[in-house]
């Protein structure tokens, strides 16, 4: 159904932009409208709404087209639940900046785009809403323009943002050539060569893989990611580069019919290379921000891999399996909206309280940050995939998917997929290392500078934000069947049919993947297994102790607590470094020992460590090759000697009278 009119009612998801002089008021009413906003978009997904709004511009050949159906519905649904989160969060995280008032606006404006991104059902409008979030996202990222930190990290991007805008124009020139619309619905009945469709398929890869942070196309990522507003930050990582997924299930499920299994297989590789990329430079990550922000490329191929499963199983017509795969993949999209934008949300309070996202300069925050280390540690359970948090489920459904592929009676399939559960279970491995570094570093330990001293508990706004998320992290893990369904009416609109009852069993409590009897887990009864044995294990030493409780402190190599410093706990670089020296050939390393002064008899050493990321080295080098060619031409072509510019006029000149003549 096509709607003609000019949707006024959309204006109101713009009055917290025209309210942003006032900022506390501005970001309670963004949450609150991203509160009703979620809640009418799971109504019309269960609806299984489906229509198209269109409305001339001021602009004679311009036309805004915004489609509603339970694909976008699900992204604006994503997107509102965090900024409904992080708005309240913001209501106190703002206090940290002078221009508060800028930073509302850009902040209202960043999310209200992410929702027109989605919504968008031409190519203009697309393509406008696309740079406006790309330009605002990036004022956002250089908003502390006075360190050069940012600044640079705000030119690795917006290059960036638009290498990969420039091919997503290259996809959508392809489709208009063999379609002759710019209109997305007539991209759906397409037919296109098989050679266009490569190439339709491989821009698209790069063009929004790009934005998601997908190898090698990622070295933006992690400098864009920490240096912006922690507020932005979890928007960034938990919804925007869920924009370039959205668009990339666009082009595959419904733009691109017929798709060959080699698709498939190139997205699953890069999936799989992303992963392990990504969480090995997380591993030996010191910043807070910056290890979520690996960690964020890693996830998003996480994604990756389950689409790349169900472009396959789409291929050869194994349905169940690529109805699993998809239900995944949104499942993981929801999952780590959630526990990332909890975790860089954590990170905004560790920094706002201690100013520093180093982690060798914090320690012990526990004690000064109860609550937050809580809700920290919540959102590690989830993104770790430990049992019965959210992560847990949505890469449990992954797993199924690639182990039931090894069943199915193709060869090349049977054979590679235990290959690739492999990779993801090495992923997660690391993953939970990782995470165990970062919490224990900072959390946990005694405090290692005068900074950890100064902090004190987060302010009540910043923790029901998390609380929100973290609540949301036990309740998508513990009751799996609500997304699911509601995930479920999304497969129906894109594939056109259920796979509900091969996912949820006995009202909810059981979740299996399929009939080929392989695995079945609930993570309720996991929650409650975990609860009995606990109180039993609990009153059982109480029983044989006779309630006697003996406090001790805590063993330290027969030192004693009291003779301990700082020194003697892990550091964040001493824990990553067995796995840095191992594999050294991934990392470009950087280390230096400097002397200054004199302890006692010794001079005082500094050690300091550098993890360069080779592809950014990489492109830096080529860059700066680039910039050099470019210079020697331009002397060549332009010496600044006028009888050359005469001769180049001359030369034109023929030029065009010979083209007359013939």
């Given at each position: 159904m096509?709607i003609s009119?000019e949707p006024?009612?959309?204006l109101?998801?713009i ?8 900022p506390?008021?501005?970001l309670?009413?963004q949450s609150l ?6 809640i009418?978009s799971?109504?019309?997904?269960l ?6 709004i269109?409305f001339?511009?001021?602009i004679?050949?311009?036309?805004f ?12 649904g994503?997107?509102?639940l ?5 708005s309240i969060?913001?209501?106190?995280y ?5 221009n508060?008032?800028v930073?509302?606006f850009l902040y209202?404006l ?6 027109m991104v ?5 190519v203009?409008?697309?393509l406008?809403?696309?740079?406006i979030?790309?330009v605002v996202?990036f004022l ?5 323009y006075?360190k050069?930190e940012n ?6 991007y917006?290059?960036m943002?638009?290498f990969?805008?420039?091919?997503i124009?290259?996809?959508?020139i392809?489709?208009y050539?063999?379609?002759g619309?710019?209109e997305?619905?007539?991209?759906v009945n ?5 050679d266009?469709k490569?190439?339709?398929f491989?821009t698209?890869l790069i063009?929004?893989?790009?934005k998601a942070g997908i190898?090698?196309l ?5 400098k ?7 507020n932005?930050s979890?928007?960034?990582s938990g919804?925007m580069?869920k924009?370039?997924?959205y668009?990339?299930?666009?082009f ?6 017929d798709i060959?299994v080699a698709?498939?297989?190139i ?5 799989a ?5 990504g969480?090995?430079y ?10 979520l922000?690996y960690?964020?490329?890693?996830n998003?191929?996480i994604?990756l ?7 396959i199983?789409?291929?050869?017509h194994v ?6 795969s998809?239900?995944a ?25 201690t100013?520093?996202k180093?982690m060798e300069e914090?320690?012990g ?14 959102g590690i359970l989830?993104?770790t995939?430990?049992?019965p ?9 992954i797993?199924q998917s ?6 199915l009676?193709?060869?090349f399939?049977?054979f590679?997929m235990?290959l690739?559960?492999s990779v993801?279970?090495l ?6 290392g990782?995470?165990a570094?970062l919490?224990g570093?900072v959390f ?10 100064k902090?004190?508990?987060?302010d ?7 609380g ?6 036990v309740i998508?893990?513990?009751i ?6 509601v995930i479920?009416?999304?497969l ?8 509900y009852n091969y996912i949820i069993?006995k009202?909810g ?5 399929t009939?080929?009897d392989?695995?079945?887990i609930?993570?309720?009864i996991l929650?409650?297994?975990g609860?009995?044995i606990f109180v039993?294990?609990y009153?059982?030493i109480r ?8 406090e001790y402190e805590?063993?330290a190599?027969?030192?004693?607590e009291?003779n301990?410093t700082?020194k003697?706990?892990?550091?964040a670089s001493?824990?990553?470094?067995p796995i840095?020296?191992?594999?050294s050939?991934?990392?470009k ?6 002397f200054?002064?004199?302890k006692?008899f010794?001079?005082?050493k500094?050690?300091k460590l550098e993890?360069i990321?080779k592809?950014?080295?990489?492109a ?8 050099k060619i ?13 009888h050359?510019?005469i001769a ?6 023929i ?7 013939r």
């Amino acid at each position: 159904m096509e709607i003609s009119e000019e949707p006024f009612y959309l204006l109101i998801l713009i009055l917290p932009l025209i309210l942003s002089f006032i900022p506390r008021f501005s970001l309670i009413l963004q949450s609150l409208l991203s509160s009703i906003l979620l809640i009418i978009s799971i109504s019309l997904i269960l609806s299984r709404a489906d229509f198209i709004i269109s409305f001339q511009s001021v602009i004679p050949f311009l036309t805004f087209s915004y489609k509603v159906d339970n694909l976008s519905l699900f992204f604006t649904g994503l997107v509102s639940l965090l900024s409904f989160a992080s708005s309240i969060y913001s209501v106190s995280y703002i206090k940290e900046f002078e221009n508060q008032k800028v930073l509302t606006f850009l902040y209202d404006l960043f999310i209200f785009s992410m929702i027109m991104v989605i919504l968008s059902a031409n190519v203009p409008t697309f393509l406008i809403w696309w740079e406006i979030m790309s330009v605002v996202s990036f004022l956002l990222v250089i908003f502390d323009y006075k360190k050069q930190e940012n600044l640079n990290a705000g030119i690795f991007y917006i290059f960036m943002t638009h290498f990969g805008t420039t091919f997503i124009i290259i996809s959508f020139i392809l489709l208009y050539i063999y379609s002759g619309s710019l209109e997305f619905k007539d991209f759906v009945n397409v037919n296109l060569p098989e050679d266009v469709k490569f190439l339709v398929f491989l821009t698209s890869l790069i063009g929004f893989g790009t934005k998601a942070g997908i190898f090698p196309l990622h070295f933006w990522l992690p400098k864009a990611h920490p240096v912006a507003p922690s507020n932005v930050s979890a928007l960034m990582s938990g919804v925007m580069i869920k924009t370039a997924v959205y668009m990339l299930i666009r082009f595959y499920f419904e733009f691109l019919k017929d798709i060959p299994v080699a698709f498939g297989y190139i997205v699953l590789f890069i999936g799989a290379l992303s992963a392990i990329y990504g969480i090995l430079y997380a591993y030996v990550q010191t910043d807070i921000k910056k290890m979520l922000a690996y960690s964020s490329m890693e996830n998003i191929v996480i994604i990756l891999i389950a689409v790349g499963l169900a472009m396959i199983f789409k291929s050869s017509h194994v349905w169940i399996l690529m109805g699993i795969s998809f239900i995944a993949v949104l499942y993981h999209t929801l999952n780590h909206t959630v526990f990332k934008g909890l975790l860089f949300l954590g990170a905004g309070s560790v920094l706002f309280k201690t100013h520093t996202k180093n982690m060798e300069e914090l320690g012990g925050l526990n004690k000064l940050m109860p609550k937050t280390g809580v809700l920290f540690l919540i959102g590690i359970l989830g993104i770790t995939a430990l049992p019965p948090f959210n992560g847990f489920v949505s890469e449990w459904l992954i797993y199924q998917s690639l182990l039931f592929g090894s069943k199915l009676n193709y060869e090349f399939i049977s054979f590679t997929m235990p290959l690739f559960a492999s990779v993801l279970a090495l992923t997660g491995a690391f993953a939970l290392g990782s995470f165990a570094k970062l919490y224990g570093t900072v959390f946990l330990g005694v405090g290692r500078t005068d900074k950890v001293k100064k902090a004190s508990e987060s302010d009540s706004f910043m923790l029901t934000g998390m609380g929100f998320l973290a609540f949301m992290v036990v309740i998508l893990g513990l009751i799996p069947v609500l997304p699911v369904y509601v995930i479920d009416e999304v497969l129906k609109q894109i594939a056109s049919f259920s796979i509900y009852n091969y996912i949820i069993y006995k009202n909810g409590l059981l979740l299996i993947s399929t009939d080929y009897d392989f695995g079945r887990i609930s993570t309720s009864i996991l929650a409650i297994a975990g609860i009995v044995i606990f109180v039993i294990t609990y009153f059982l030493i109480r029983k044989i102790g006779n309630g006697n409780v003996r406090e001790y402190e805590t063993w330290a190599c027969g030192l004693g607590e009291s003779n301990l410093t700082v020194k003697a706990q892990y550091s964040a670089s001493g824990f990553s470094q067995p796995i840095r020296r191992i594999l050294s050939f991934v990392y470009k390393i950087k280390e230096s020992l400097s002397f200054s002064g004199k302890k006692y008899f010794l001079p005082k050493k500094t050690y300091k460590l550098e993890i360069i990321d080779k592809i950014e080295d990489l492109a830096l080098s080529l860059t700066d090759m680039f910039i050099k060619i470019v210079l020697k031409v331009r002397y060549f072509i332009q010496p600044g000697i006028i009888h050359v510019y005469i001769a180049y006029i001359i030369l034109t000149l023929i030029a065009f009278i010979l083209y007359a003549v013939r």
